[in-house]
């Protein structure tokens, strides 16, 4: 059973939050490593600490930057496939999370293509990210449906 609207619009805006969220601490975490792993002249300890301080940045930048972009694609792309999702009776986790990953991944190839040629083959990791949203959508968009118990015989 499907909840208000209210429910809905909160589902949408965490999925957002929570996408944007994932975006950032992906990045942070590939900073950290590319780092650590190329440490240069400073040695391993500073390695480390320059990559939790860039890590941090880039997290902060990509949630910034990640944020806009993915609330528009919940609004321009999210809502109609969750209308068409539930008016086929599509209604299951995996149906929202793989449908919400795969979008994600090729809104993010289409995107990355326009701005920056060449970084579209980074996109598969937005499926990480978009199936949260999915199932974020899905998780707080329907109630669990009890059934009714069965009268006395």
């Not at 929570?18 to 390695?47: C, K, R």
Request: hydrophobic share 55%; net charge positive; proline share 7%.
């Amino acid at each position: 059973m499907i909840k208000s609207m209210s429910e809905r619009l909160g589902a949408l805006i965490i999925a957002n939050v929570l996408a944007a969220s994932t975006i950032a601490g992906m990045s942070a975490v590939g900073m950290w490593i590319g780092i650590i792993i190329s440490p240069g002249e400073a040695g391993l300890g500073d390695a480390i600490g320059l990559g939790l301080l860039f890590g941090l940045l880039a997290a902060l930048y990509s949630f910034i930057i990640s944020f806009p972009v993915y609330l528009v694609g919940l609004i321009v792309v999210g809502i109609p496939t969750w209308w068409i999702l539930h008016n086929s009776g599509r209604v299951s986790a995996g149906a929202f999370s793989i449908t919400a990953a795969i979008e994600s991944v090729l809104a993010g190839a289409i995107v990355f293509r326009l701005l920056a040629p060449g970084t579209e083959l980074a996109a598969p990791l937005l499926a990480i990210p978009g199936g949260l949203a999915g199932w974020i959508i899905w998780r707080r968009s329907y109630k669990a449906v009890t059934p009714q118990p069965a009268p006395p015989s």
